[in-house]
């Protein structure tokens, strides 16, 4: 199993399998804790993607119901068909073979090259494990989601009853069906990878499985355990296991799926699972969410926005491990219907991986985050390849969409290989430092992989005939699509935000360092770079001569106010109007082409511009609009309410954690070293709440208000660094050394 922590616990010795699992199996005292934003509902969902999500990063499940039968879809994150693409290489596999195409506007070829490839092939491409269906329980009367447990509780009309769960640490999921016939037994369903007349249709869609061409793997049976082993490209594959006994009215089981890039066994995890019994299981399981849950916590008093963020906090506790590999379009809940997942279900890093970790900082989950980061890092020689390769220059860049395993998948190449998708990707290594004031980390890893990152942008740039340094080409996600359009002659504002800011970030941790010469040349560099361009109203622009005059669903021309904070309210009466005009156009031109992680993403924009009442606007709208029965975001209004005229559904998950990062920035911010409490809270919430949520040097904040005032802010510091903060009570700024572990009561 890739770097899941392995907990094993011996709970009953001594006697055959059977009479451990006897023994250690039977029962388990669910201890459950219910909450008013618990997912709870009178019948089961009868689709795969508004299925009770269950999962633990590196194993998923979603329970629901197919034509009566209860189903599980198992999942797993290392479920990849990994072979290349055959359009990504060959002569002609460099941005100077596009560049030329652009300059003589003959684009065509460049769209056949790396564009059409993506949306013909099937893979490569994220695949579904398989299923679990049991016999028809008849009709159910609740479906239960214990936020706290991490379980699912199902009743049905004629008495049984199911609790199943994902265990947190182990790549497993148990089952306990009570009041059932003694023969009732859970069959694997694999899916369909042969059949006649497979589908070929577009990457939202999803095309049919078929179309990978597997032959189908076989399922076997021995002992009370039945597997199942599939084949796939080259020499990979999976294997899906499950175990169950029937005794006294029960059926109590295990199922797991593992992967030949791990070193797990599916069959060797259920019996193993089987030998430290449901009891012991079930208590680390648990032990792990309480530790999860304690992290940080929110009161809020909408009651919608409290169900919404506690679930996407969940989620995240689902979706992200400290060694898993990072939150991908799905995670660990690719599609269940005989399709590949929304857009291969691979990794999007124009947009949909960033925003995943956003809540991770405030939400005091660094631990969690670290998924994201130990994988950029461990990946690092592959992306230095695809550097020197398409690119041809030294220094580290990303693909924008690439696998499991870091390559390169095609598509827009504007976005899918953009010069600064590796620029964007450092902000998270610097947040993780600027949050966790681990000195250790910026040296070990935050400032090599900035520094490496920053090189491929000073050898990609060119200084133009004004002086400027900038790029010949230039692109803004993912404005005129993939066509020739989409290539801009002056430096878009999104490259040019996240430039500068991969150089001030280079230059801020250079200097912490002690590396005052790298600090220098860093600053050196932005100081080369042009001004962002704005329009006639002092709007940020897409590019000079491209104001915003479009309805878009990528705020790109705006990374610079937000996530990147180098136009921030601070600043002064400049910044601020060109927040605000930036801000006034974009709801001048409306949420037409908006997707629902727009809104999450403008419900952030709204808090840094301390606008309490249009943040809480637009993440109601979020969850009011743009999210199924389970929470899941499905992209569209689904309400036909006009809030968008994206009304489709595939789902992905960034919308769901830019929603949970838009209530952090309402209640805490400390984007600018300086922190405020309660800064963009709209005037009708009188009571709020917060619990160690993190901010910048390392600092862990709790704090009430009642009636509408601020009553109780407390602070643990727990590096030691130099407080700074706005007083909640008198406005008046609060600066003072603090020692490691102090705790700091901040009062009238």
């Known amino acids: 199993m890739k770097n899941i922590r392995r907990i ?128 028809r329980m008849g009709g159910a009367r609740q479906v239960h989601l214990y936020l706290k447990n991490a379980l699912c509780e199902t009743e049905w009309e004629n008495g049984a009853r199911l609790h199943t769960f ?28 042969q059949k006649d007349n497979a589908n070929a249709l577009d990457p939202v869609t999803g095309q049919d499985l078929a179309r990978l061409g597997y032959e189908q793997g076989e399922l076997t049976e021995k002992d009370g355990l039945v597997t199942y082993h599939q084949n796939g490209w080259g020499d990979f594959s999976y294997d899906v296991a499950v175990k169950w006994e029937n005794r006294r009215g029960k059926c109590i089981g295990v199922w797991s799926v593992t992967s030949s890039l791990s070193d797990d066994n599916a069959a060797d995890e259920v019996e193993q699972a089987f030998q430290r019994g449901l009891k012991e299981d079930y208590a680390t399981h648990l032990a792990f969410w309480n530790e999860f849950w304690n992290q940080s916590s929110v009161v809020l008093p909408d009651s919608v926005l409290q169900r919404q963020y506690d679930n996407e906090m969940y989620k995240l506790g689902a979706a992200a491990r400290e060694d898993s590999y990072p939150i991908s379009l799905q995670a660990v809940w690719t599609a269940d219907n005989g399709k590949l997942p929304p857009w291969k279900g691979d990794f999007h890093h124009d947009l949909n991986t960033q925003l995943s970790y956003w809540p991770t900082y405030t939400g005091n989950h660094l631990k969690e985050e670290s998924s994201y980061l130990n994988t950029l890092w461990n990946q690092r020689d592959v992306y230095r390849a695809f550097t020197r390769q398409y690119f041809e220059k030294e220094g580290l860049n990303v693909p924008g969409v690439c696998t499991l395993t870091g390559e390169p998948m095609g598509g827009w190449i504007q976005y899918a290989m953009s010069q600064t998708t590796a620029a964007w990707l450092s902000q998270h290594f610097y947040l993780h430092w600027k949050y966790s004031a681990d ?43 993939n066509s020739i359009n989409a290539w801009f002659k002056t430096m878009t504002n999104y490259d040019l935000a996240l430039t500068a800011n991969l150089f001030g970030m280079a230059s801020e941790m250079a200097a912490a360092l002690g590396l005052d010469d790298e600090a220098r040349h860093w600053s050196d560099l932005q100081r080369q770079l042009p001004d962002f361009d704005l329009d006639e109203t002092g709007a940020l622009t897409f590019a000079k001569g491209f104001p915003y005059a479009q309805s878009h669903r990528h705020f790109s021309h705006a990374m610079a106010f937000h996530p990147l904070g180098l136009i921030d309210y601070s600043q002064g009466e400049r910044s601020r109007k060109i927040i605000d005009a930036t801000l006034k156009r974009m709801e001048e031109y409306g949420p037409g082409w908006w997707c629902g992680y727009s809104y999450s993403w403008f419900a952030n924009m709204k808090a840094r511009a301390f606008d309490g009442e249009g943040a809480y606007k637009a993440l109601r709208t979020f969850a009011d609009c743009f999210c199924l029965p389970n929470t899941f975001h499905a992209n569209g209004d689904q309400t036909a309410s006009g809030k968008s005229n994206f009304t489709y559904r595939p789902f992905t998950l960034e919308g769901n954690f830019a929603f949970a990062a838009g209530v952090q920035e309402m209640l805490l911010q400390s984007h600018t070293d300086t922190i405020r409490v309660f800064p963009a809270v709209p005037a009708e919430w009188k009571d709020i709440e917060f619990d160690n949520l993190r901010a910048r040097g390392a600092f862990l904040i709790s704090a009430e208000k009642k009636d509408g005032k601020t009553v109780s802010v407390k602070i643990l510091s727990e590096k030691g660094e130099r407080l700074v903060m706005i007083s909640p009570f008198t406005g008046e700024v609060i600066d003072r050394p603090t020692k490691a572990g102090e705790v700091i009561v901040i009062d009238k």
Not at 40 to 59: K, Q, R, S, Y
Not at 166 to 193: C, K, R
Not at 451 to 474: C, D, H, M, P, W
């Open 439 to 481: 000195g250790q980390f910026l040296k070990d890893r935050g400032y090599p992989f900035v520094k490496e990152a920053a090189q491929f942008l000073e050898n990609q740039t060119e200084i133009n005939a004004e002086g400027k340094r900038v790029l010949a080409y230039s692109s803004s996600p993912e404005i005129f699509d």
């Open 8 to 135: 094993l616990l011996t709970a009953c010795l001594g006697g055959t399998l059977m009479a451990l699992a006897a023994g250690c199996s039977d029962t388990a005292d669910w201890q459950l804790r219910p909450t008013k934003s618990d997912l709870a509902f009178d019948h089961m969902a009868t689709t795969w993607d508004e299925g009770i999500p269950l999962g633990n990063a590196t194993v998923g499940a979603l329970v629901w119901e197919r034509d009566s039968v209860l189903r599980m879809s198992l999942d797993r994150t290392d479920l990849w068909d990994l072979r290349p693409a055959d359009s990504l290489s060959g002569d002609n596999y460099k941005f100077s073979w596009v560049k030329n195409h652009i300059a003589e506007g003959n684009y065509l070829p460049v769209q056949q090259k790396f564009d059409w490839p993506y949306d013909r092939d099937a893979a490569p491409s994220k695949i579904p494990g398989a299923a679990l269906e049991f016999a």
């Open 166 to 193: 994902v265990h947190a640490t182990e790549p497993i999921g148990w089952f306990v069906l009570e009041n059932v016939p003694d023969d009732v037994a859970p069959t694997i369903i694999p899916p369909v990878y």
